[in-house]
């Protein structure tokens, strides 16, 4: 069973064995940590999924 769209390319960003509906998380590497403060203030303790939404139309200046 092929679960990908076909974009007309033999390459796919999933191994084709993939099941509908499953959830993929792609490896993270372990960095660096927010202090205490900041991590309680941005909700997270890694820098690498600190994401805030910013709303429609927003620009942002970094993390």
Wanted: glycine fraction near 8%.
């Amino acid at each position: 069973m092929h679960n990908n769209q076909d974009t007309g390319s033999d390459m796919s960003k999933f191994p084709e064995e993939t099941p509908l509906a499953m959830c993929y998380v792609p490896w993270q590497n372990f960095n660096s940590v927010y202090s205490e403060n900041t991590a309680l203030e941005k909700g997270t303790v890694f820098p690498d999924l600190y994401f805030p939404f910013m709303g429609k139309g927003a620009e942002t200046n970094g993390k």
